[in-house]
Each structure stands twice: as C-alpha cells, then as structure tokens.
C-alpha cells in the first residue's frame, strides 16, 4: 500500500514509495511504452531501488486516492498512475523523472504531477534551479516541460542506445524565479 501523502493536487497525490511497491514498478520499467521514453534497462524486483532515508534522493508514488484516503494512509480505492524522482539534490541542481501509465496519456496528469514536484523542490531545497531531461523522441515530455517554463539549455549527442538506435538526450531547466514569475510556488 503506498505510503504517507507528501502532496496533492487537484487530482494526484504524491505519495512515498514503499517497499510494496516494488512489484508496480518492476511492471512498469517492463513496459516499453515507460522504458523506452525514460531510457531505463530491464530490472528484476531485486534491483528497483527504494527510498533508504541515506541521501540517495526523494522518490513519489503518483496516486489517485478514493474520497476516504487520509493523509497517512491511503485507503483502498488508491489507484497508481506512476512516480516522479527527484536525484541530485542533496549536492547540485535537482534533476527530476517521471513517467506515468500509459493508459493515462494525454490526460493532463503529467503537467500536474511534474508542477507538484517542481514546488516540492524549490520548498525543501535551496537550489536557484531545477532541471529535467528528456530524449528527443519522446515529443510530449518534452511539450509538458516547455509548457510548465522549463528551457531547453543542452544536447547531449548519440547519449543512448534505446529500441534500435542511438538518440539524442535534451537538457532542460527551471530557475526559481522564472517559477515565481508563473504564480507557482
């Protein structure tokens, strides 16, 4: 069962990811509809990395609670859409991933759930910027970032080999005061 609620939206709740968790994720970087956008390898229940409290970053469930769900537990009704992470910030820029179920494209979430995580950032870490990458195929995650005032600021060339070819990794960053500047946090 997902963990306690870090922060809701109008339709999301970014909950902790527990160690029941696990089994959702490992399906999800199974899918190649997730794993190829985000660029992730195949992993075995064993190497899906949980939350240790050591620093190694903030990971969030992407839930839709049911109307009963209280903020230290969900109730039974949660449904997962997907995590957001958020690495690096303990010594340099914040840089987030994300991904959502497929079945949920084009919905929305995404905008809502990355907006959630940006104000999550630049309420606990005192970072002037936040970044995010995403491959130069997947056309909506970039969209959703230019949208929310993310930059494009780099290209990293031939960074990866994902279902067949080489592709192009794009950099993107958020200062904080461009967010300001938006009305968000």
Not at 53 to 74: K, M, Y
Not at 144 to 151: D, I, P
Request: glycine share 10%.
């Amino acid at each position: 069962m997902p963990g306690a609620r870090i922060s809701s939206g109008e339709r999301v709740t970014l909950r902790t990811v527990e160690r029941e968790e696990i089994p959702f994720l490992q399906r999800a970087f199974a899918n190649p509809e997730i794993r190829y956008p985000i660029g992730n390898p195949l992993q075995n229940r064993e190497q899906i990395d949980v939350p240790t409290g050591d620093g190694s970053g903030d990971q969030f469930l992407v839930c839709l609670d049911g109307d009963d769900a209280a903020p230290d537990r969900p109730d039974e009704d949660v449904r997962r859409l997907g995590a957001v992470y958020v690495d690096d910030a303990d010594w340099r820029r914040p840089e987030l991933g994300y991904w959502l179920v497929p079945k949920i494209h084009g919905e929305g979430y995404g905008t809502e759930v990355v907006s959630l995580v940006v104000d999550y950032v630049f309420r606990v870490y005192d970072h002037p910027a936040v970044g995010a990458e995403a491959f130069d195929f997947n056309d909506a995650s970039r969209g959703l970032l230019e949208s929310l005032g993310f930059a494009e600021e780099g290209r990293i060339r031939k960074d990866r080999f994902i279902d067949g070819e080489y592709r192009d990794m794009i950099q993107y960053g958020l200062r904080r005061r461009e967010w300001r500047e938006r009305g968000r946090a």
